[in-house]
């Protein structure tokens, strides 16, 4: 773990490392057995596209979890993050071959809240479109 950002330490606009996750069908049976979300959209692509997705899509939830790591990895503490919130945009496609999809995240502070707590904005983006919309995190830092 590393060591925790201090809030005096910390300005509006400080860009937090950007992070790329691989996402492969293997990684999707792995969260569905964690998780216990097996719907067939996330490893039939049939039944995906049967029901008009392009082909097998990730999960939202693992989406949002990935996506929160560039927060908790800047922060030092994931107990640091005191509230997240996401709109879901766009699925993150996950082709049947040996590289899968990616997602990238980004984020920045948006805003200092009071005396330790910080918003920051996140950019979510697979395949050059944004996944994750009003993808925000209040942080207390230390």
Same mark, same amino acid.
């Given at each position: ?6 809030y005096?330490d910390?300005?509006v ?5 950007a ?18 979300d097996? &719907?067939?959209?996330?490893? &039939? ?5 049967e029901?008009g997705?392009p ?9 949002m ?6 927060v ?6 994931p107990g640091?993050?005191?509230?997240y ?16 999809a990616?997602?990238?995240v ?8 009071d005396?330790?707590?910080v918003r920051?904005?996140?950019?979510v ?5 944004k996944v ?5 995190a209040?942080v207390?830092?230390?």
């Amino acid at each position: 773990m590393t060591a925790q950002i201090q809030y005096a330490d910390v300005e509006v606009g400080t860009e937090l490392p950007a992070r790329t996750f691989p996402v492969t069908r293997a990684t999707l049976v792995q969260y569905a057995g964690a998780s216990g979300d097996f &719907n067939p959209i996330h490893w &039939n692509e049939k039944f995906a596209k049967e029901v008009g997705l392009p082909d097998v899509i990730a999960h939202g939830m693992f989406t949002m979890a990935e996506a929160i790591r560039v927060v908790t990895d800047w922060a030092g503490d994931p107990g640091a993050v005191v509230e997240y919130g996401v709109r879901f945009t766009r699925p993150v496609v996950v082709p049947n071959d040996d590289e899968g999809a990616t997602i990238e995240v980004s984020g920045k502070v948006a805003a200092k809240l009071d005396d330790d707590t910080v918003r920051v904005d996140l950019t979510v983006t697979s395949d050059g479109q944004k996944v994750l919309g009003m993808s925000r995190a209040v942080v207390r830092l230390a």
